[in-house]
């Protein structure tokens, strides 16, 4: 029987189908007329049964044959194939795909049989994708490999994401959607169009849509081209810019026009992004500089000791993130939450220890000061060599601080970045905590502000001197730990930070926290606006060029305080 018949009782079997909606109906109708109606569904349900078991036997050919082309030496029938196995929404087509795309599909020189294959010892284990049959172990030269180039492995990408939009998470057919830009045939704008009948989610809705609109730019239907450029008019896509500046010198003025227009809105918008996004990377700079000098803006700016060993303290504290990484291979999340304490009693306990047994010998003498916790600096950072080798150390990063944030095509924030930024706040808020609403704190600004009234009160001054340098010490351990996420730890990693946290206090004002926290986000955002026009190395001049001419008008920074080193 021809397709044609099928398709007729198919389509008598639908219009009778509302006759038999009602039970009571479906039993009278069938006593009455059961001469004349079941002849007829006996053989509507043989043809229905049999029009399945067509369908299931065509895909199943079509299946056979994009794998048999898949085998083919040219590219283009392997594009083909890779159509083909798509459009038979098969549930093998994509592990073959991303096997393709992974360079792990092959076919036996012997008996030509398709297989997905693992690298086994001398060999590969071997899976048919025709029945998922295990056939063993086979070495490499019993195999051929379907080769790919760059233009197919973006044709495999589309088609791998456009199977993925069956998935039931809106963000996976999201992110699927996004795979296909650029990238799209014929075949998956169809199946786009098809899809987007059925989707819901908004954000995938709009994603799609703007991916066909994409594709409708290269449409022979002027009013095609111009509503698509009107859709596109804000869209910051690259593959939507490069598709305008094709168009924008086109025969059509009225073409030619519209994508000016919106070439030149696209452009504005990717300006005031691209300030965002250096504004963004200024701060991510500021927080580093700012834990790096919060530090020392207590031991020098309370204390008025010049502590040349404090990026020496930072690195104490990314070497402690390392170690317990070496502890907790399995927990790189937990044991970089565990480094935060554990830097602050290590790099805390090492600058007490440096304060009662070297400083306090030297208060009021700044110049043996400086040279002694320079000699301390070189003998911590020849300690590390010995310890752990000169080499430098790479510190794992969790899951949760890598990728970005998403805003839109021009913008994307790091997660490592933006962690930084608030743990930079965090620790601001913490120390001014400490110094504010603690009795340390109190007596800290008490001795800073005068000693020996301070000692006439019964406050220990000696030992608040021992307690502020310790916390001084401890939070650079604690800047240590964030540093780790953002340079390999290496034991002269100090020393790339020590003149940048002694511009920062300057800056502020000696001894004030408020000044170190606005002077480092001032100065990392300036020195991000200068580098694209000046480079890092002649923007990082300029700026300290800038503090030597402003120290020079404002010798106790933009916040000055009172206390012994800005008195003296």
């Known amino acids: 029987m021809s397709h044609g018949h099928l398709f007729s009782f198919g389509r008598g079997v639908f219009f009778l189908a ?23 569904l006996i053989i509507s349900l043989i043809l229905l049964f049999s029009s399945s078991s067509f369908a299931e036997t065509t895909n199943s050919e079509s299946f ?30 994509q592990p073959i795909l991303e096997a393709m795309l992974k360079a792990r599909l092959f076919y036996t020189k012997e008996d030509k049989i398709t297989v997905i294959g693992k690298k086994h010892d001398d060999g590969f284990s071997l899976v048919s994708v025709l029945d998922q049959k295990d056939l063993g172990v086979l070495s490499k030269s019993k195999l051929k490999k379907i080769k790919v180039n760059n233009k197919l492995r973006g044709v ?35 199946f786009l169009k098809a899809h987007l009948k059925s989707e819901k989610d908004t954000a995938v809705r709009e994603k799609i849509e703007t991916l066909i609109s994409i594709n409708d730019l290269n449409s022979s239907d002027k009013a095609v081209k111009l509503a698509a450029i009107k859709t596109l008019f804000n869209d910051l896509n690259p593959e939507t810019r490069n598709q305008l500046e094709t168009l924008k010198d086109s025969d059509d003025a009225e073409i030619a026009t519209a994508s000016q227009n919106a070439l ?65 291979p399995n927990h790189i999340g937990l044991s970089l939450v565990i480094a935060v304490p554990a830097a602050f009693i290590v790099s805390g306990s090492v600058g ?15 110049l043996e000061t400086l040279l002694a916790t320079f000699g301390i600096s070189l003998i911590l950072q020849q300690a590390i060599r010995s310890i752990f080798s000169p080499l430098n150390r790479a510190v794992e990063t969790p899951s949760w601080m890598s990728g970005a944030l998403e805003i839109n095509p021009a913008l994307a924030l790091t997660y490592n970045r933006l962690y930084i930024i608030f743990f930079c706040l965090a620790v601001f808020a913490f120390l001014y905590l400490i110094i504010k609403r603690t009795s340390l704190g109190l007596s800290v600004q008490a001795v800073s502000q005068n000693r020996s009234m301070a000692r006439a009160m019964g406050i220990r001054a000696s030992r608040v001197d021992a307690l502020t340098f310790g916390l001084g010490s401890g939070i650079a351990g604690i800047a240590g730990v964030a540093l ?29 926290l408020w000044g170190t926290l606005i002077s480092g986000f001032t100065l990392g955002i300036a020195n991000k606006f200068m580098e694209p026009w000046a480079g890092a190395v002649l923007a990082k001049i300029l700026v300290l060029v800038f503090i030597i001419l402003f120290i020079q008008k404002r010798p106790r920074g933009l916040f000055p305080k009172k206390g012994r080193a800005a008195e003296s």
Do not use: C, W
């Open 264 to 328: 030149k809105n696209i452009q504005k918008k990717l300006g005031f992004y691209e300030k965002v996004n250096t504004v963004f990377f200024g701060l991510s700079l500021g927080s580093v500089l700012v834990l790096a000098a919060i530090g020392l803006a207590i031991t020098f700016g309370v204390m008025g000791v010049i502590n040349m060993a404090h990026g020496e303290l930072i690195m104490l504290g990314a070497y402690t993130t390392y170690v317990i990484q070496q502890i907790m």
């Open 156 to 190: 495999l990408r589309a088609s791998i994401a456009t199977l993925s939009l069956s998935s039931p998470d809106a963000d996976k057919r999201l992110s699927a959607v996004k795979q296909m830009l650029g990238k799209t045939n014929d075949t998956g704008i169809a």
């Open 64 to 93: 056979k044959q994009a794998l048999e082309l898949l085998q083919s030496k040219s590219y283009n029938k392997k594009g083909k194939a890779i159509e083909q196995l798509v459009i038979t929404k098969d549930e093998r087509v």
């Open 18 to 40: 509302p006759i038999f909606s009602n039970q009571d109906v479906l039993v009278m109708s069938f006593f009455s007329m059961k001469n004349r109606i079941l002849p007829f």
């Open 484 to 512: 780790s996420q953002l340079t390999n730890v290496g034991p002269s990693m100090g020393q790339d930070y020590i003149i940048d946290s002694f511009m920062v206090v300057v800056f502020g004002g000696v001894g004030n």
């Open 352 to 366: 007490v220890l440096i304060e009662r047994l070297v400083i306090r010998h030297l208060y009021g003498r700044p």
